[in-house]
């Protein structure tokens, strides 16, 4: 069964960083094209970041590009999402998932608020 687990957020200050973990069972990176979202209260999920399946390739919205980036380590299932500069804008949940056919049980993601 496939299992996605996103941990790392907390409160930080704006221009402050944090660093997101996704720890993924039941399948493989390396197969997948793997996402982040996130969601913020009354928002529409977006996208902000993705890793090919290649697991070297990578887009970041515009939004946040040049602040966050993206890793991964295929042989733990483990993808990290580091993120630099945070603004008040970036407060959201942020959840992993498969980038296009995406897995049904998107977890309890992690929040992430940056606020003074």
């Known amino acids: 069964q496939v299992q996605l687990v996103e941990s790392g957020g907390g409160l930080v200050q704006p221009g402050g960083s944090l660093r997101l973990s996704c720890a993924a069972s039941?399948?493989?990176?390396?197969?997948?094209?793997i996402g982040w979202f996130r969601q913020a209260p009354g928002k529409e999920r977006e996208l902000v970041a993705t890793i090919g399946s290649a697991g070297g390739s990578t887009n970041y919205a515009d939004s946040v590009k040049s602040r966050f980036t993206i890793s991964t380590v295929n042989a733990k299932n483990t993808m990290y999402h580091q993120k630099n500069s945070l603004r008040p804008e970036d407060t959201a949940g942020y959840y992993c998932?498969?980038?296009?056919?995406?897995?049904?049980?998107w977890g309890g993601g992690a929040q992430v608020t940056a606020s003074a």
């Open positions: 039941g399948f493989t990176f390396s197969c997948y094209a």
């Open positions: 998932n498969a980038r296009w056919r995406h897995f049904p049980d």
